[in-house]
T-cell receptor, first 111, second 114 residues
Framework: AQTVTQSQPEMSVQEAETVTLSCTYD???????LFWYKQPPSRQMILVIRQEAYKQQNATENRFSVNFQKAAKSFSLKISDSQLGDTAMYFCAFGNNDMRFGAGTRLTVKP | DGGITQSPKYLFRKEGQNVTLSCEQN?????MYWYRQDPGQGLRLIYYSQIVNDFQKGDIAEGYSVSREKKESFPLTVTSAQKNPTAFYLCASSYAGTGEYEQYFGPGTRLTVT
C-alpha cells in the first residue's frame, strides 16, 4: 500500500518570506497523481496544487510551486511571499486508484 | 452554487446511540468519500463509493455504515460499535474514484459522544 510521509509536524515563517514543506511517498506505481491540500482554521479543505507523475515539469499556481523528484519519491511545496492567510494545515496526498493523505504540517505565518 | 454540504456542523450524542451524518453534493460527481480526522493523524478513509448502490470499505470501516441510494447523497452512520467515535468527519466527492481527480470537501461535522 502507498504511504505518504510529512516529516514536519509544525513550521513557521515570517510574512513575505519563503517556506518549503516536505512530503515523501512510497509506491511501486509509475503513473500517479500528487496533491497538496490546505486546511485553514475554518477546517474547509481546499486544493492548492496538483502534479501528474508523468509530467516532468513542476506545477505552479501563483505563489505556490512544487519540487517533484520522481526518483526520490519526493514532492515538496514551496510557498513564496508568505501571507497571513497561508496559516493552515497542509496535507500532501497521493492518488492512484484511491487517495492517501499524509499526517499534515501545521504552518504558521507570523506578522 | 455547486458544492458539498454536510450537516450538522456540530453533533452531540450519548454513548450507545447510533448517529447519521449527512453529506450531499450537487457537483454531479460519481465518487464520494468519508474521512475521519483526528489530531496528528491526517485523514483516514472510512468508506468510499464510486457509483450509486455500490461502496467499499476504507481503512477504518469498523463501527461505521453507509448507503448510496442516490448519486447526490452518501450518508454515514456511526454505530454504537465504534469504540472511539468522537472526531471530525469530512465528506468529499470527485469526478471519478481513480485517484486522478481532485477531491472536493464539505465543511465537516464535529461529532462528540459522551
Amino acid at each position: 500500500a502507498q504511504t505518504v510521509t510529512q516529516s514536519q509536524p509544525e513550521m513557521s515563517v515570517q510574512e513575505a518570506e519563503t517556506v518549503t514543506l516536505s512530503c515523501t511517498y512510497d509506491t511501486s506505481e509509475s503513473n500517479y497523481y500528487l496533491f497538496w491540500y490546505k486546511q485553514p482554521p475554518s477546517r474547509q479543505m481546499i486544493l492548492v496544487i496538483r502534479q501528474e507523475a508523468y509530467k516532468q515539469q513542476n506545477a505552479t499556481e501563483n505563489r505556490f510551486s512544487v519540487n517533484f523528484q520522481k526518483a526520490a519519491k519526493s514532492f515538496s511545496l514551496k510557498i513564496s511571499d508568505s501571507q497571513l492567510g497561508d496559516t493552515a494545515m497542509y496535507f500532501c496526498a497521493f492518488g492512484n486508484n484511491d487517495m492517501r493523505f499524509g499526517a499534515g504540517t501545521r504552518l504558521t505565518v507570523k506578522p | 452554487d455547486g458544492g458539498i454540504t454536510q450537516s450538522p456542523k456540530y453533533l452531540f450524542r450519548k454513548e450507545g446511540q447510533n448517529v447519521t451524518l449527512s453529506c450531499e453534493q450537487n457537483l454531479n460527481h460519481d465518487a464520494m468519500y468519508w474521512y475521519r480526522q483526528d489530531p496528528g493523524q491526517g485523514l483516514r478513509l472510512i468508506y468510499y463509493s464510486q457509483i450509486v448502490n455500490d461502496f467499499q470499505k476504507g481503512d477504518i470501516a469498523e463501527g461505521y455504515s453507509v448507503s448510496r441510494e442516490k448519486k447526490e447523497s452518501f450518508p454515514l452512520t456511526v454505530t454504537s460499535a465504534q469504540k472511539n467515535p468522537t472526531a471530525f468527519y469530512l465528506c468529499a466527492s470527485s469526478y471519478a474514484g481513480t485517484g486522478e481527480y481532485e477531491q472536493y470537501f464539505g465543511p465537516g461535522t464535529r461529532l462528540t459522544v459522551t
